[in-house]
């Protein structure tokens, strides 16, 4: 269960609302859904279980592989 700081991180519910959206449908990778929202990429994992999403771990494409190097080194 997320933490009532958790929940408190992420203010804007419509952008965490559309990251689920894009994460389900495979446009973005784990690491940018929490770029996006501003939380941990565990803490954004949690917060897919507690929604229902199946999680996608590591990347599906190279595309995906970049993306998450480019969070992890901080780069956009």
């Known amino acids: 269960m997320a933490t009532d700081r958790r929940r ?3 203010k804007d519910k ?3 609302a559309t990251t689920i959206g894009l ?3 495979g446009e973005i990778s784990l690491g940018k859904a929490a770029e ?3 939380v941990t990429r565990w803490e954004m994992e949690e ?3 507690e929604a229902g999403v199946e999680l996608r771990l590591g990347p599906q494409s190279i595309e995906d ?3 998450e190097v480019d969070v992890a080194l901080d780069r956009d």
């Open 8 to 10: 408190d991180a992420v």
């Open 14 to 16: 419509e952008q965490l």
């Open 23 to 25: 994460y389900v449908l």
């Open 36 to 38: 996006r929202t501003g």
């Open 47 to 49: 917060i897919l279980q």
């Open 65 to 67: 592989l970049v993306d």
